[in-house]
């Protein structure tokens, strides 16, 4: 299994940024996907998740503003993030739980500046 995350970047607080991460190794389709993120000095929190079918939950302090997708064909789950705020500044991690186990992508940063 690999997650192969992309699209973190530097952004001014109200701005914008969309990350990406591609799936392969799995029945991509039948899997939950999540975003993860750890600030530095924190510990890791799961930001978003989207089950197979589409359904999808945030933590409260992302929603509203972060809008978690899939594409089942291309194999890709994104996270479209809008409103960026500084304490959204982490590495960001994609994660699924397969085969009795989490894999994580590589991690992206995203730094949000005041």
């Known amino acids: 299994v690999q997650l192969q995350a992309s699209g973190g970047g530097l952004v001014q607080t109200g701005g914008s940024l969309r990350l990406s991460c591609a799936a392969s190794g799995i029945n991509f389709r039948i899997y939950t996907m999540k975003w993860y993120r750890q600030a530095h000095g924190k510990q890791r929190e799961l930001v978003a998740g989207?089950?197979?079918?589409?359904?999808?939950n945030y933590v409260d302090s992302v929603k509203g503003r972060f809008t978690i997708s899939r594409d089942n064909v291309r194999r890709t789950v994104s996270l479209q993030m809008n409103s960026l705020e500084p304490e959204d500044t982490a590495v960001y991690y994609c994660n699924v739980a397969a085969y009795q186990r989490n894999y994580w992508g590589q991690g992206t940063q995203v730094t949000v500046s005041s």
């Open positions: 989207i089950t197979g079918d589409g359904n999808t």
